[in-house]
C-alpha cells in the first residue's frame, strides 16, 4: 500500500496539472470503488477550479473553489495516471480539466477510495478524524515520541504504525527508521531507552524526506503521476533484504512477524534486550 511518501508524490506531480485549473469534465466509469462513489460526482466536480492540492496522513486532498474537497486513497494499487495515451480498464474515473489535461484514477484491485466532502468538514471526515500528528509537521519531535511510547507494553513497531497516535507511517519506513535508531520492533514501548528515542526522532522526517525526494518507493504498482517509478527501495537497509548483510556490520538482515506484517531488522544493531 502507498504510504506517505508515495502520496507526498503522487500530490506533488498533480499539483501543477491541476492546481488553478477547471474540471471540465470529470467520468465515473463504475459506481463504487472499495466503497460507493461520492454521489453526482462527476457533476459536483465539473465546473469547479482546483484551489490547493494538499496531504493528510496517506491521504490525498484536492480543494476547489465551490467549498469542496476531494479524499483521495489510493488503497493497494490506486494510481493517478497524468496524460495517458489510451484509457485502460482500470481507469475508473477520469478528470478532464481546461489545459487540456487528462488524469485517470486506475486502480486495479479497488481498494482506493474516492469522497467528497466539505472542506470545512475535511477534519471531522471518518477517514481523518482521528489520525494523530503529521511526522513532517510542526507538533511532530520528541517530546511526542515520548509521550506516546511512555509506559506502553505495545511494540516499537506498533506503535509508530497506530495511525492515532502519529500520521502516515507505514511498514516499509517504520522498519527503517527503527533500523536507524538501533530499536528492535519488538521493543515495548515503555522499554525504549531515553538515548533511543533521541535518534529515532529525526530518523522517522529524516527517512520520509529522503523516500520523497527519490519519488517513493516502487515494489508493487506505485508511480508518481506521470509514470516515474520510485527508487528509494534501492536505498533500503532492512526492508526486504533478509538475508542479506547489514550495511553497518554484515550480519545477515533477519524477518520476523508482527501481527501478520513482516518486519526487518539488523539483530546485530537492533539487539532485542538493548536499552
Known sequence: MPELPEVETVMRGLTPVWEGQRFTRVIANRPDLRRPLPEALGQRLTGAIVTRLDRRAKY???????????????????RMRVDPETLEKHDHVVFETGNGRVVA???????GSLDLVATGEVTAHPLLANIGPEPLGPDYGLPLLKRIFADRLAPAKAILLDQRLIAGLGNIYVCEALYRAGIHPETPGGVVSAAQLKLLAPSIPQVLAEAIAAGGSTLRDHAAPDGTLGYFQKDFAVYGREGQACVACATPVARIVQSGRSSFLCPQCQPRDKT
Do not use: C, K, P
Open 60 to 78: 490525498g486532498l484536492v480543494e476547489t473553489d465551490r467549498g469542496d474537497t476531494l479524499i483521495i486513497h489510493l488503497g493497494m494499487s490506486g
Open 105 to 111: 484514477f486506475n486502480d486495479a484491485r479497488r481498494f
